[in-house]
């Protein structure tokens, strides 16, 4: 419901904005003469928490990046790193997972919100396509993922064909809900039921100038961003859907961004490792390729669990090696935004985040931004970390996972060989587990409604030989191609 001129006090909201240094708002708020536009402007800017802003804008400007203090920091040592896994350990803890999969105790949930500015694009990062043999995006990759699960459970478990519906949390923000959305409609969900997924917004926060002004995104708005992956957690509550898990009595969601090309959506061998293991937050961590690798690592500081930025471990933490095996460096393991959560940690979580209890903090990201009166540098976005709530766990754990099996980020148009080639490898080396024989040339895409994991494809590719692009379709792929063909 949107507040009337009667319901706000347009002169103790434009006396805040003058006294807290944004005077050239108030100048402003007073050229716009369309009533309704000027009215959408008062709204927006009664909404604002501006001292909160402005305080929380000097405190990160004032705080420049520091190295922690090497004496408050160790290693993480819940991890269970890949050299400790048993694969018959492995076995048992995927078919845990599939069955709390196939009781439908799980969900998926993708961090989705971002744009694709750095591929060319202002459309959602989910909607692009890397050019693969199918040309399908990475939404229809994941559904089809999905799909794939649904079936190996309800084979597994001797379930009724097609009466498994995996509940799918899609965030979003501002800038890709209604496109998002859009996109799914117009592909018929990609042959989910619509009452499976679930789209849902984040917060966004009004945008600085590097001297602290807010910034204008039209004549009749702010220019806002959002609030960092951090924001699931309330987003979760505002919309409902946290109260919606619970009365589908979902014990764990598996949570994930976007733009991992390699994304096992809710593996059941993680989701195994997180009941067993009686686990709040669980984390997928790959190992460093090098010491001064630029990402962030698993660490205790000051006893509780943080992921801790390149910039912040000092060089001798960096090239610090384990104290029982000096091939491996004590600091080894990088967090890749893949993450399981207990969904009573997350109730938990947003009692203390509404109550004030705990309180997140913010980071500064300093971008380049298109405003009203054109680009400007420098500009200084607050964001929230999903990491920054580990520390609030009680229990929590790593999964060290090989980072070409599950992990290559489409971040920008310079990475899309990169991950193409990455899928085409992962295809090969199913296609080899499965008994078929791949030339070195081979482009091998298998598609999501084939194969989950690289499972069941013994008999469609055992004992052949594969060669040049190479697509492993499902029966009813097939008879679309050939019906374009045919077309």
């Known amino acids: 419901m949107s507040l009337s001129y009667s319901e706000i006090d347009e002169n103790e909201v434009l006396d805040r904005f003058q006294r807290l240094g944004q005077d050239h708002i108030v100048k402003h708020y007073f050229t716009i003469t369309d009533p309704i536009q000027r009215h959408s402007f008062l709204?927006?800017?009664?909404?604002?928490?501006?001292?909160?802003?402005?305080?929380?804008?000097?405190?990160?400007?004032?705080?420049?990046?520091?190295?922690?203090d090497p004496a408050t920091v160790e290693p993480f040592p819940h991890v269970h790193t890949i050299a400790s896994q048993n694969p018959l350990q492995n076995q048992n803890l995927f078919q845990v997972g599939l069955y709390l999969i196939a009781q439908n105790k799980t969900a998926l949930l993708t961090l989705a919100g971002g744009q694709g500015s750095r591929l060319g694009s202002l459309l959602p990062k989910g909607m692009f396509n890397i050019s693969l043999h199918s040309h399908k995006s990475l939404f229809q990759i994941q559904a089809e993922r999905l799909i794939s699960l649904q079936n190996l459970a309800e084979s597994t478990f001797h379930l009724a064909p097609k009466t498994l519906h995996l509940h799918w949390y899609i965030l979003t923000s501002d800038a890709t809900h209604s496109d998002t959305v859009s996109f799914f409609q117009s592909h018929s969900f990609f042959s989910l039921l619509p009452s499976q997924i679930h789209f849902f917004t984040q917060s966004s926060t009004p945008?600085?100038?590097?001297?602290?002004?807010?910034?204008?995104?039209?004549?009749?708005?702010?220019?806002?961003?959002?609030?960092?992956?951090?924001?699931?957690?309330?987003?979760?509550?505002d919309s409902g859907l946290l109260s919606h898990m619970s009365s589908l009595q979902i014990d764990f969601i598996f949570q994930y961004c976007i733009d991992n090309v390699l994304i096992k959506p809710l593996d059941p061998l993680f989701i195994g490792f997180l009941s067993n293991s009686n686990l709040d937050i669980g984390v997928k961590v790959v190992s460093k390729t090098h010491p001064n690798e630029k990402v962030g690592v698993l660490a205790l500081h000051n006893s509780k669990l943080q992921v801790l930025e390149y910039?912040?471990?000092?060089?001798?933490?960096?090239?610090?090696?384990?104290?029982?095996?000096?091939?491996?460096l004590a600091y080894n393991y990088a967090h890749i935004c893949i993450n399981g959560f207990r969904v009573g940690f997350i109730k938990n979580l947003v009692q203390?985040?509404?109550?004030?209890?705990?309180?997140?903090?913010?980071?500064?990201?300093?971008?380049?931004?298109?405003?009203?009166?054109?680009k400007i540098k420098g500009a200084v976005k607050m964001e929230k970390f999903i990491f920054d709530v580990f520390g609030e766990a009680e229990r929590v754990g790593a999964w060290e996972v090989e980072r070409s099996e599950e992990f290559e980020a489409l971040k920008g148009s310079e990475?899309?060989?990169?991950?193409?080639?990455?899928?085409?490898?992962?295809?090969?080396?199913?296609?080899?587990?499965?008994?078929?024989?791949?030339?070195?040339?081979?482009?091998?895409?298998?598609?999501?409604?084939?194969?989950?994991?690289?499972?069941?494809?013994?008999?469609?590719?055992?004992?052949?030989?594969?060669?040049?692009?190479?697509?492993?379709?499902?029966?009813?792929?097939?008879?679309?191609?050939?019906?374009?063909?045919?077309?």
């Open 43 to 68: 709204t927006q800017l009664s909404k604002i928490n501006l001292e909160s802003l402005v305080e929380t804008f000097y405190e990160l400007q004032s705080t420049n990046s520091t190295q922690i």
């Open 415 to 487: 990475d899309v060989e990169k991950c193409k080639k990455a899928v085409f490898e992962v295809g090969k080396r199913w296609v080899e587990r499965a008994g078929g024989l791949v030339e070195k040339d081979a482009q091998v895409e298998i598609s999501g409604l084939c194969s989950w994991g690289g499972e069941g494809l013994e008999e469609r590719v055992g004992g052949r030989i594969l060669s040049g692009k190479v697509s492993i379709l499902a029966e009813g792929e097939k008879k679309q191609e050939e019906e374009k063909e045919r077309g």
């Open 311 to 328: 910039s912040e471990l000092p060089e001798s933490l960096q090239t610090q090696t384990n104290k029982t095996n000096d091939s491996i």
């Open 207 to 237: 945008v600085f100038s590097s001297t602290g002004k807010l910034l204008l995104q039209n004549s009749s708005s702010l220019l806002t961003s959002p609030n960092g992956n951090g924001g699931l957690f309330l987003a979760l509550h």
């Open 352 to 374: 203390n985040l509404t109550s004030g209890k705990f309180v997140m903090k913010d980071h500064k990201a300093v971008k380049e931004v298109n405003t009203f009166e054109g």
